[in-house]
């Protein structure tokens, strides 16, 4: 999570992106920035682990706290579990002129999920907060074979009316794995 920015991996194709493995056709990684509500938004989303591990390394700085979701492909069968195939990440610049910064590290596509990931994950000082976070870490905890720490559960703050959020309802947080 400390360090420069390691940039490499994969292979260039035409216009420049990195393609992720060789089969992995039209996976590569793509980087643009977002007006959103008067503020830039740095994205990256890449399917090359050493990407994502730069990503990392840059834009996460323990002590921190980063939005954070998982998706995985739909099962159709009882019992079925997917592994993991989305990790996003979200950072507040902080920074003076910095921009916000979002990464869409398509992990199933990666031979393991990058080790800067991994220890992001594993530290304490790296709170991740999102809505639903208790099935992401389960499902993590699944594809990695450890608990995640640090994680704090929002679902709680969201008020059943799509258009309003209220942070009143806030009393304490429901941290879920390991602290």
Known sequence: MH????????????RGYRQARPGTAGLSTKAFT???HGRKLDVLY??????????????????????M??????TFRKGQVAKTALVQIAVHATA?????AVLLAH?????????????????????????GIAQDVKQL??????????????????????????MSRVSRPACVGKS
């Open 69 to 74: 979701d998982v998706e995985c492909r739909p």
């Open 3 to 14: 360090g420069g920015a390691a940039r490499g991996g994969g292979h260039a194709n035409a």
């Open 141 to 166: 905890a699944s594809d990695l074979g450890s608990l995640p720490s640090g994680c704090v559960d929002l679902s709680h703050v969201v008020v059943r009316s799509p258009r309003w959020v209220s």
């Open 46 to 67: 890449t399917a090359v682990a050493r990407e994502a591990a730069a990503w990392i390394d840059v834009h996460v700085t323990p002590p921190c706290c980063v939005g």
């Open 34 to 36: 977002l007006q959103y």
């Open 107 to 131: 992990v199933l596509h990666m031979k393991r999920i990058p080790e800067a990931m991994q220890r992001m994950l594993a530290h304490g000082e790296v709170t991740k907060t999102g809505v």
């Open 96 to 100: 003076e002129g910095a921009n916000d």
